[in-house]
């Protein structure tokens, strides 16, 4: 059987000793997004999709508090001003591929939008061959390091895990690939800033 071609790919990894760094780090992944961007975010449950979704949402200057959407499945976010609204999915409680989320209309709200998808691995691929995956691992940090997950920043502690003092002294790895032609040439390593 004969293989599609992959879309190229280039990525970055960065260590996030704390939920402030992860909202930087979301801040300074906004800079690199534009309309059309599909961000599909991989983690456990606490290990800080949120917090990293709470600063792109703060980095696009978009209106309202960026929490989980895990009981609405989908958030609006729009621009404060000149830019694009965020569109921000949690697909945790979705069992099925793009068929299940066709009722989101994300393919709709792609092509003005950036749409963050929580939980999206296996299952928003096929709305466009450009995509940042962002994979979120926990590993056992310094003591005091602080990282007290998504509930330290306001997240609403729908997920298990969020904010439990078990995971305080964690830091998390995040590891970040452009895949498609949209991301080949752009410097993703200005993450690690």
């Known amino acids: 059987m004969v293989q599609p071609p992959q879309a190229p790919s280039t990525g970055v990894t960065v260590t996030v000793p704390s939920a402030e760094r992860m909202r930087e780090l979301g801040g300074r992944l906004a800079k690199l997004l534009r309309p059309g961007d599909l961000v599909m975010l991989t983690g456990e449950l606490g290990a800080g999709k949120t917090t990293l979704t709470r600063g792109l949402g703060e980095g696009l200057d978009v209106r309202g508090a960026v929490t989980s959407p895990t009981f609405v499945i989908a958030r609006v976010h729009p621009p404060l001003a000149e830019g694009p609204p965020l569109v921000h999915v949690d697909a945790y409680r979705l069992g099925g591929g793009l068929e299940e989320m066709e009722d989101l209309d994300l393919d709709v709200s792609l092509p003005d939008s950036v749409v963050v998808v929580e939980w ?10 450009d995509r940042l ?12 390091a602080g990282y007290t997950g998504d509930a330290a920043y306001g997240g609403d502690g729908a997920n298990a895990g ?11 790895t995040v590891t970040v690939t452009g895949v498609g032609e949209r991301w080949v040439g752009e410097d993703l390593t200005a993450l690690r800033a």
Not at 120 to 129: D, I, N, R, S, Y
Not at 133 to 143: A, K, N, T, W, Y
């Open 120 to 129: 999206g691995e296996g299952k928003v691929e096929e709305l466009t061959e």
């Open 162 to 172: 969020e904010g439990d003092a078990a995971y305080e002294d964690d830091v998390r």
């Open 133 to 144: 995956h962002v994979v979120i691992s926990r590993s056992l940090g310094e003591p005091g």
